[in-house]
């Protein structure tokens, strides 16, 4: 149980409407409460908070303490990825890998957009924090390729300039010997003489 802000339920699976919609069905019905939360600053606007009405209502309903439990770890990944993105948003949303998703934590993130996209459990900032962090690792990626195919030309010419000295060694001792040759039978016929 935790207090959430109106907006987090709204991203690309659900409209503002519909959550609206949803979220009014359900305060009439007295399972959600709503609240206004005024922010400081300049604009002075006002976030609604949506709660469940009360502790009895988790722990009585068969079917929604089914659905916790069935999505229990989902519910878990969920927050990490919100929680990590809204890190990141609030250090201005850098593109920097000590800021983005790599490795293990990346593939569980993609992972869990494959499994759970559908439920339309996660924020927009949050897929967008997923999106930006593949962008920079395909970027790396690229760069990694990039710098093999860069390595691979450099050891080809590499190679053939160093084909092309043996070529080139190989003739200068092949003529230096045919040379020394020649300068041996030249000695030979005039000290015969």
Same mark, same amino acid.
């Given at each position: ?7 987090? !339920? ?9 959550? #609206?919609?949803?979220?009014? &069905?359900? +305060?009439?019905?007295? @399972? /959600? ?65 000590? !800021? ?9 993130? #993609?992972?869990?957009?494959? &499994?759970? +996209?559908?439920?339309? @459990? /996660? ?71």
């Amino acid at each position: 149980r935790r207090q959430v802000f109106k907006q987090e !339920f709204i991203n690309d699976e659900l409209s503002k409407e519909l959550v #609206e919609q949803v979220i009014t &069905e359900l +305060a009439d019905a007295r @399972l /959600l409460v709503t609240s206004q939360l005024r922010v400081r600053g300049e604009s002075g606007a006002t976030l609604t908070v949506v709660d469940v009405a009360h502790e009895a209502l988790i722990r009585h309903w068969t079917r929604l303490r089914q659905w916790l439990n069935e999505n229990r770890e989902a519910m878990r990944k969920e927050r990490k990825l919100e929680e990590a993105a809204n890190e990141w948003e609030s250090q201005g949303k850098p593109e920097e890998r000590a !800021f983005l998703l790599e490795g293990p934590k990346l593939l569980e993130a #993609e992972s869990f957009l494959e &499994e759970y +996209a559908h439920l339309g @459990l /996660l924020s927009n900032v949050a897929q967008e924090f997923i999106r930006v962090s593949q962008a920079y690792q395909e970027r790396l990626r690229q760069q990694e390729e990039e710098r093999q195919r860069r390595e691979q030309q450099q050891t080809r010419r590499t190679i053939q300039v160093g084909i092309v000295s043996l070529i080139f060694v190989t003739g200068l001792a092949v003529a230096a010997t045919g040379f020394a040759l020649e300068s041996r039978k030249q000695l030979k016929l005039a000290s015969a003489r």
